[in-house]
Structure formats: C-alpha cells, structure tokens
C-alpha cells in the first residue's frame, strides 16, 4: 500500500474490523509513525516503536479530562449532565491517569494483586470452568462467547471482592453498561449511553459500599479489604476511590478476558493440529496463552496524548496531538517475530505487548492468565470434535480499542453427564 492509501486510514472500516493485521502491515510497511485524518492521530504500528512508546514519559494515558471538559461546555448552566458525571467518575481511574496520581493509585492497588493471593485462586477457577462447561454441554446451545467466556471473568473479579454468588449476575450487567461509555461501544444503544452507564454505576456503588463498610469494620481476606487497608507510609484509598478502583478491576478484567478467551479459541480452530496438540499436552496451556493473546489480543489499539513533541525514525510527532499505540501492529510485526502471522503454541520466548508496558501494564495479567489457561484447557479437552457451527459467520464489533466477536457459535461431539 502506498503512503497516499494511506492518508485515510480508517481502523473503523469493515475491512479492518474485519482483519486489522492488513492494515497494521501497511502501517508498519509505511513509516513509524503514520497521520490518520480519519482519526485525528497518528498511528505507531512497528514493535520497537510501540514498546518504546509504551514508556515514555512525553506520553499522556489522561485522555478523559479533554472529553470531559468538553461535556462540562455543553452542559446547561448550574447542572451536571450524566455525561459529566460519569466521566468525572472515569477521570479518577489509574488507567487514565498520569503520575503522581497514577503512581499513588498503583501502589495502593498493587497490594491487592500480590501473586500468592492470585495463584491460590486456580481451584476455584476451575470449579467454576467446570459448571460453565456442564452447563453449556447440557443446554445445547451454540455461543462459546455468550455461555462460556462471558460468564467467568465478572464472576472471579466478583467473588474475590466477596460478592455473595446470588449478585454475582449484576456485575456482568454492570460491566456492561460501563463498556458502552468506556469502549465508545454499543452501537444502537449511543444515544442513552451515559444514562445507562451512570445508573449502572450508581447503582453498583451502591451495592459495594455495604461491603467497603464490612471491609472497614472487620477486615477479611477478600480483596476490598486488601484494597481498603493502609500501604506502609500509611496512605490509603477514601471510600470514593475505593468504589471507584473496584469499578475499574470489574470493568478493565471483564470484557477484555472474555475477548481473549473467545480470540484464542477461533486462532485454535482455524489451527486444529495445535488444538490437538492442547488436548494432548495439558502442559502446553501456558504458553499457548501467550501466543493466543499475542496472535488475536484482545486489545488492537491504546491511546495517548502527546506533551512533548517526539521523534521516531525521522517522523516528529508533535506536542498536543494524539498518538494510538497499535499493539495488534506490535504484535505481528515480523521485524521481531519470526513467522509473525502465524499462530504456534510452543513459540518461545515471546515478549508480546498484549498487557501493555511500562508504568500502565496490566495490574490483573497473571489473573487473566489463570483464567485463560484454565478455560481453554477445559474447552479443548471437554468439547471433542470442536468446530465452527456450519453456518457460522463471524462478524466483529466495530470498535477503536477492543478485537471482539458479536458471537461465536460452535459445534461438538461431547455429551451431557447423566
Ligand atoms: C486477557 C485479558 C487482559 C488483557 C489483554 C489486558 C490488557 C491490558 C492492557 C494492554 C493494559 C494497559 C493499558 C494502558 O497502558 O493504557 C491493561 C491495564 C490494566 N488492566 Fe488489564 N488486561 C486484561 C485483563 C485484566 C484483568 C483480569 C484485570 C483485573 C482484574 C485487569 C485490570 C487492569 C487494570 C486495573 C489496568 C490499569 C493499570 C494501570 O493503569 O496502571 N486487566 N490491561
């Protein structure tokens, strides 16, 4: 592709919906750093690039506060609209903030993630992979994003929160309704967006500050009470963040780990021989994460504002504009990984950018992992004869950010236990 098809790059058109690694080939192939009109940023797409990016200090993660202050101009004189209150909500997330805040936020949260609390969790896990799949196998269904990837990741955030099983289902509605503020997503449903995300919000603050104040008053092993216990110079998070952080490990953990899921097992039907060699080897799980969330992450794109101008190879991008990070760029780039196009379960090393780097790398990585693993291993174990439903079509969600399936409708040979 030549630079002039390139001055319109839209990450947004069917085609790269579709298949964005075309386009990020084109991007890496054109220059460091390409200027999309269509998007009003530029894009960096080469691994070296991106990950360089990813910890550079001229690079903004704030990129609420411009929206918001652009809600605030048009609200009516004296009110608040949900547009503002939301975003106002949002601002206060470490993933959208810069140091110092971010690093006091970071801090606080970290004690909450520590590996041992997290490894300990793999029993549990798997307890609940194991009811997902008995469930699905008994009811018939077809959707492997609808019954099996969507109902974990709220339920593991949720239960190490100590929410009781009965509220779990309201947290996977909650994340829902963020994710149409969030992720920009939700076609149809933009117009009442903020409303619906406010009142999500509201009403899961709500719900959590029951047990922030159990949390308080007797602290437990749950993960608020981790949260809200005081760090070692004595600092600690108020109730608003407090909320406000939990939020966004419900909401950041959701959609993310049920897209990885739902990726990794179409990179595994379109490659059976891998499949099989799952199935075989229960020990080749982790490292066929890795390569499921390099191959089809997730997350294609991450943005940043620029507060210094920056060079890259000759290209300066200059102070005040915005710069997308595209990790699905990053992460095919045959420049660093041999064979990048191709998907295999045993590549090692491999030092993908699905998580992020730098002081924003993802804080529930070794969760999502855990998720991952214990999920896919029981899908290709537990659903002999794994295929795409006969009339499947695949259509993916037209979103900047997230690579996310609509559906993805499956057949198999397993059958219910009786
Ligand atoms: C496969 C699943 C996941 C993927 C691919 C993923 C990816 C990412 C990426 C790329 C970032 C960096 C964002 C940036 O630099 O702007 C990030 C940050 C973050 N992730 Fe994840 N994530 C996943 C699962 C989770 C889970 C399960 C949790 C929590 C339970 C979580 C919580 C967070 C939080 C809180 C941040 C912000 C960290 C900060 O700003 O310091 N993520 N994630």
């Given at each position: ?7 319109d ?32 940023a ?35 004189p ?21 140091p110092?805040a971010?690093?006091r ?23 609940r ?10 009811s018939?269904?077809?959707?492997l994003?609808?019954?099996?990837a ?41 117009g ?24 308080r ?60 060699a ?6 080749m ?13 997730p ?7 620029v ?31 041999d ?39 029981s ?18 969600v ?21």
């Amino acid at each position: 592709m030549t630079t002039t098809a390139l001055d319109d790059v839209d990450l947004l058109s069917p085609e790269a919906t579709e298949d964005p690694y075309a386009t990020m080939q084109a991007l890496r192939d054109t220059a460091p750093a390409v200027w999309s009109d269509r998007h009003q940023a530029w894009i960096v797409a080469r691994y070296r690039d991106v990950e360089s990016a990813l910890t550079d200090r001229r690079l903004s993660s704030d990129r609420v506060a411009p929206v918001l202050a652009r809600a605030r101009a048009e609200d009516a004189p004296g009110e608040e609209s949900s547009a503002s209150r939301i975003l106002e909500i949002l601002k206060s997330w470490m993933v959208v903030s810069d140091p110092p805040a971010h690093t006091r936020l970071r801090k606080l949260a970290a004690g909450a993630f520590k590996g041992q609390r997290i490894s300990l969790m793999g029993e549990a896990i798997q307890a609940r992979v194991d009811q997902i799949l008995d469930d699905f196998i008994a009811s018939g269904e077809r959707d492997l994003i609808h019954h099996v990837a969507y109902p974990l990741p709220a339920a593991v955030i949720a239960e190490m929160m100590g929410v009781p099983l009965e509220d779990q289902d309201r947290f996977r509605a909650w994340s829902d309704e963020l994710a149409l503020v969030a992720f920009g997503a939700g076609g149809a449903a933009r117009g009442d967006r903020h409303e619906r995300a406010l009142r999500g919000i509201e009403e899961m603050f709500a719900y959590l500050q029951g047990l922030v104040d159990a949390a308080r008053a007797e602290p437990g092993e749950d993960m608020i009470s981790a949260l809200a216990a005081p760090v070692e110079d004595g600092d600690r998070l108020d109730d608003q963040e407090l909320l406000s952080m939990l939020a966004l490990l419900l909401f950041a953990g959701h959609e993310t780990t049920i897209n990885a899921t739902a990726n990794g097992v179409l990179a595994l039907l379109r490659n059976p021989e891998q499949m099989e060699a799952m199935r075989q080897d229960p020990d080749m799980a982790a490292k066929a994460v890795e390569e499921l969330l390099r191959i089809d992450g997730p997350i294609k794109v991450l943005v940043r504002w620029v507060l210094e101008d920056i060079e890259l190879d000759g290209v300066t991008v200059p102070a005040g504009d915005r710069i997308f990070l595209a990790l699905a760029g990053a992460n095919h780039d045959p420049d660093y990984f041999d064979d990048a196009g191709s998907l295999d379960i045993t590549r090692h090393p491999n030092r993908h950018v699905a998580f992020g780097r730098g002081i924003h790398a993802c804080i529930g990585a070794q969760l999502a992992r855990l998720e991952m693993r214990h999920m896919l291993q029981s899908i290709v174990e537990r659903l002999p004869g794994l295929r795409l439903a006969d009339d499947a079509t695949l259509e993916y969600v037209p979103s900047l950010a997230s690579r996310a399936l609509k559906s993805l409708p499956v057949a198999h040979d397993a059958v219910p236990a009786s």
